[in-house]
């Protein structure tokens, strides 16, 4: 039988709306859910009702902002997949980051997987945004305290970025916080296990959408587009060294 997939779309149109900013979470689920991906869904959200009130009090980006929640991830991307098919030449054209969240509060290990081009603003970004644990710190604080320090992971596949990234070749980034995730694709990805395990209080929720919502702000405001590519360099030299 044939089945109806559905995303969800809000626009918040730029002053020069030939260039945009998305941020994407997957809405489907095995069973309940809560960490892959109600944490994505609901800080996304949180950071779109951010957005909508600086919205309302007279602010607008310069870049248009996409907020997209994907159906179908589960099943092989097919939402995302699907927009950005029926989207190619605006997001080729314009699509200057894609932001995605997926699986990103389930513990408390705060870390970027980015392409390098987007790593510095980023980077940036956390020191903006103060750390639940201690207002008097930032989470930039916290990833520097961690063991492997600051330190932007390269971006792997499995998630809605592939549409982006493989596919138009868009900057792309993932955001969060992680940590021991055995209920991961089964019944005990429940609330209960939010609340009492991965983020009681839900305050690293609130911080992540604190996060994308500064995040895309910067992206979309930016008199130049803010790549920086010199986090290429050591890759490349590596790349050379190994052909030698």
Request: hydrophobic share 40%; net charge negative.
């Amino acid at each position: 039988s044939d089945w109806t997939l559905w995303n969800t779309v809000g626009t918040l149109r730029g002053t020069q709306p030939s260039q945009s900013v998305m941020l994407g979470a997957h809405r489907d689920a095995w069973v309940a859910g809560v960490g892959d991906n109600g944490a994505g869904t609901i800080v996304l959200l949180e950071a779109a009702r951010g957005l909508g009130y600086l919205e309302k009090s007279g602010w607008r980006p310069r870049r248009t902002i996409v907020v997209a929640l994907w159906d179908g991830e589960e099943i092989g991307l097919r939402g995302s997949a699907a927009y950005a098919g029926a989207h190619g030449a605006e997001l080729h054209r314009g699509c200057i980051a894609y932001l995605n969240a997926d699986e990103n509060v389930t513990g408390p290990s705060f870390g970027i997987a980015a392409v390098g081009g987007l790593g510095p603003v980023l980077i940036e970004a956390a020191r903006a945004i103060p750390d639940p644990q201690s207002q008097r710190t930032t989470l930039y604080d916290r990833w520097h305290a961690q063991p492997r320090g600051v330190d932007v992971r390269a971006i792997g596949g499995g998630s809605d970025h592939e549409s982006f990234l493989f596919s138009f070749g868009t900057p792309v980034a993932e955001m969060s916080f992680s940590g021991p995730f055995g209920p991961y694709h089964s019944s005990y990805d429940t609330l209960r296990y939010a609340t009492t395990v991965s983020d009681p209080g839900f305050v690293l929720h609130r911080a992540a959408a604190q996060l994308y919502g500064l995040s895309a702000m910067r992206l979309a405001d930016a008199d130049a587009v803010p790549y920086a590519f010199a986090s290429y360099v050591p890759a490349l030299r590596a790349g050379i060294a190994r052909l030698q």
